[in-house]
């Protein structure tokens, strides 16, 4: 545990409120799942579960003001089959973070930063063929559980759950719908569990009380951007930011 003085120090807020911003832009607007990228961040100046502990709060903050204008927007078959496929993946992932250290799940943080930014490539350049045909229901449960557990270790449950969802090529505001609806739930569920595991602190939830208003700011701004904002500019961005913070986790979990 970090030493409570460092949740107030100016470099932490430097690092935090930017991180935090950029998750509400990725949420509210694009489809959040570049959002995980802010507890990448956060991990190389705190611990991985300060690090999730801290954007957790705020990512259901975030959650519950994007939620409004995507209401009932969802495609309901689709996200049914991921939140019923949600939940034992969040109980996998909590029985894995009891059971390991720190430097696991700061690599496990590290290697779902690369995987996105592979996966990202591989879909836009055509290397990776997403299914001309709708992928099947045990696909979206299977999906489902993969999304829970990347979620709870690393809040990076988006990538797993989009290539089911591109696959039944939903509108852009039914992808987005999906996105917020499941993930509010994925996260109430997470949050649950991070209350019995401890992770959660009074420490972090007063930081977290001071970076609010920056999770409602990005979150506004990714609204308003998801229909006015190019993707392609935002998610290159996005790529640097994990590259660079992914490969300095998983040296970190390594050395």
Excluded: C
Aim: glycine share 10%; hydrophobic share 55%; no cysteine.
């Amino acid at each position: 545990m970090k030493d409570v003085a460092v949740f107030w120090d100016f470099s932490f807020f430097a690092v935090a409120i930017p991180a935090v911003i950029f998750a509400g832009i990725s949420k509210g607007g694009f489809g959040s799942g570049a959002a995980f990228a802010a507890a990448s961040i956060l991990a190389l100046v705190l611990t991985p579960g300060e690090a999730l502990g801290l954007m957790l709060p705020l990512l259901l903050l975030i959650d519950f003001a994007t939620l409004r204008p995507y209401w009932r927007k969802w495609h309901w078959p689709s996200a049914r089959l991921l939140l019923i496929g949600g939940v034992p993946g969040v109980i996998i992932g909590a029985l894995v973070y009891r059971m390991t250290n720190d430097d696991v799940i700061r690599f496990l943080i590290g290697a779902m930063s690369l995987l996105f930014v592979i996966w990202q490539i591989a879909r836009t350049r055509g290397m990776l063929k997403i299914s001309s045909r709708p992928l099947p229901d045990s696909v979206g449960l299977i999906v489902g559980v993969t999304s829970g557990f990347t979620s709870f270790v690393s809040h990076a449950g988006g990538p797993p759950s989009a290539m089911y969802m591109l696959s039944l090529k939903l509108s852009k505001t039914e992808y987005q719908a999906n996105t917020v609806f499941v993930f509010w739930i994925i996260n109430v569920m997470k949050a649950i569990a991070y209350g019995a595991l401890g992770i959660f602190t009074l420490d972090l939830l007063l930081v977290n009380l001071a970076l609010a208003p920056f999770a409602l700011l990005g979150a506004w701004l990714g609204v308003k951007a998801h229909s006015l904002v190019p993707e392609k500019p935002f998610y290159a961005i996005t790529y640097v930011l994990l590259v660079l913070t992914g490969t300095k986790l998983i040296f970190d979990a390594l050395t």
